[in-house]
T-cell receptor, first 112, second 113 residues
Framework: EDKVVQSPLSLVVHEGDTVTLNCSYE??????LLWYKQEKKAPTFLFML????IEKKSGRLSSILDKKELSSILNITATQTGDSAIYLC????????????FGKGTHLIIQP | GAGVSQSPSNKVTEKGKDVELRCDPI?????LYWYRQRLGQGLEFLIY????????KSGLPSDRFSAERTGESVSTLTIQRTQQEDSAVYLC???????????FGPGTRLLVL
């Protein structure tokens, strides 16, 4: 059974700090790893990673995949209160259902 | 349409009743997915539809759960004889083609009393 584990489960930091969120996966026939930001109900897409070692960047957010370690990190620099959310990591495998397997998420709280 | 829409946004029902949740995917998206998120839990895959192919029902938790999709448009998720453990947010997502980025709807929050 495919499995995605995120850490930490929750994190409280001050505005301006840099945070690193972790995701590890065990999937059959791994294809890609995705990061989502969830505020209120619907997750919004952040990154999709398929190749190891290539950093994807969007503003203050960046992410990288390490296929050897079966893991990924999501970095947020110069955090702002608007970054407060649950960050979800999901893996997609090549076999069986095309649905994603999600981790439980990291609940990030940015204090002013 | 701008994005994936779902209705109702909230539903309160009594244990044992049937409920129907609706999802309108982004126009032109051939793949549609249903997920469930219980309080404090990660997203749990339920079912997906791809074009006119038979749906992949591998994630449905019991035979009380079923889903239909009309062509490449609207989908309904039906839960029969609801139980309290069915209380969750039910999220729908669609993608242009299979294995492409999925875009999520706002979800339906279901509470079974």
């Amino acid at each position: 059974e495919d499995k995605v584990v995120q850490s930490p489960l929750s994190l409280v930091v001050h505005e301006g700090d840099t945070v690193t969120l972790n995701c590890s996966y065990e999937v059959t026939n791994f294809r890609s790893l995705l990061w989502y930001k969830q505020e209120k109900k619907a997750p919004t897409f952040l990154f999709m990673l398929t190749s190891s070692g290539i950093e994807k960047k969007s503003g203050r957010l960046s992410s990288i995949l390490d296929k050897k370690e079966l893991s990924s990190i999501l970095n947020i620099t110069a955090t702002q209160t608007g970054d407060s959310a649950i960050y979800l990591c999901a893996s997609r495998s090549g076999g069986g259902a095309d649905g994603l397997t999600f981790g439980k998420g990291t609940h990030l709280i940015i204090q002013p | 349409g701008a994005g994936v829409s779902q209705s109702p946004s909230n539903k309160v029902t009594e244990k044992g009743k049937d409920v129907e949740l609706r999802c309108d995917p982004i126009s032109g998206h051939t793949a549609l997915y249903w997920y469930r998120q219980r309080l404090g839990q990660g997203l749990e895959f339920l079912i997906y539809f791809q074009g006119n192919s038979a749906p992949d029902k591998s994630g449905l938790p019991s035979d009380r759960f079923s889903a239909e999709r009309t062509g490449e448009s609207v989908s309904t998720l039906t839960i029969q004889r609801t139980q309290q453990e069915d209380s969750a947010v039910y999220l729908c997502a669609s993608s242009l083609r299979v294995r492409e980025t999925q875009y999520f709807g706002p979800g339906t929050r279901l509470l079974v009393l």
